[in-house]
């Protein structure tokens, strides 16, 4: 019997008995494929999770995470039960680092909800929910006037 050949089934041995060891509802696991490969597998798991924001209407937010999981997870973004598709204002994106964000390039009133974020693998998911709060812009104006009849002027509550 060749060495090359009692490794792998020494290797074989040692994959069965992880398996045994951990149940189904384990985060960690392993997937027979076809032809002998197997692969230990790992539920998504949130290592960084963003807090609740509160931004003005028309500026930048952004919600930051990251997850690790095994193969890598899949990252999905909800407000209020919706799932949140990028458009021109909208952006989903998962950096080098490995930090996954929801970026809102200028919100908008409708942007406000709560939001809950899912990161899924084979092994299973794990989510977490966070609250966006966008306020209204609010200016405040006067007209002054002089009885000596200068022309009025607009002004702004810092004047």
């Not at 997870?73 to 039960?81: E, I, L, Q, S």
């Not at 989510?127 to 209204?136: I, K």
């Not at 002089?146 to 002004?155: D, E, G, I």
């Amino acid at each position: 019997m060749n060495v090359f050949y009692i490794h792998i089934v020494f290797l074989q041995l040692i994959q069965y008995v992880v398996a045994l060891i951990y149940s189904p509802g384990d985060q960690r696991g392993i997937d027979h494929e076809l032809g002998g490969v197997s692969e230990t597998y790992f539920r998504p798991s949130f290592r960084k999770v963003p807090s609740d924001i509160e931004v003005p209407e028309g500026q930048m937010a952004r919600f930051d995470c990251i997850v690790t999981g095994r193969p890598n997870p899949d990252v999905f973004w909800f407000r209020d039960g919706t799932e949140v598709l990028e458009d021109r204002l909208h952006k989903i994106v998962i950096n080098e680092d490995g930090i996954s964000s929801l970026i809102f390039d200028a919100t908008t009133r409708p942007d406000s909800g709560h939001y809950t974020c899912i990161a899924r693998n084979r092994a299973g998911e794990d989510r977490f929910e966070v609250n966006l709060n966008v306020t209204g812009i609010y200016a405040v104006f006067s007209v002054r006037c002089s009885l000596r009849r200068k022309p009025c002027r607009s002004a702004t509550a810092s004047d």
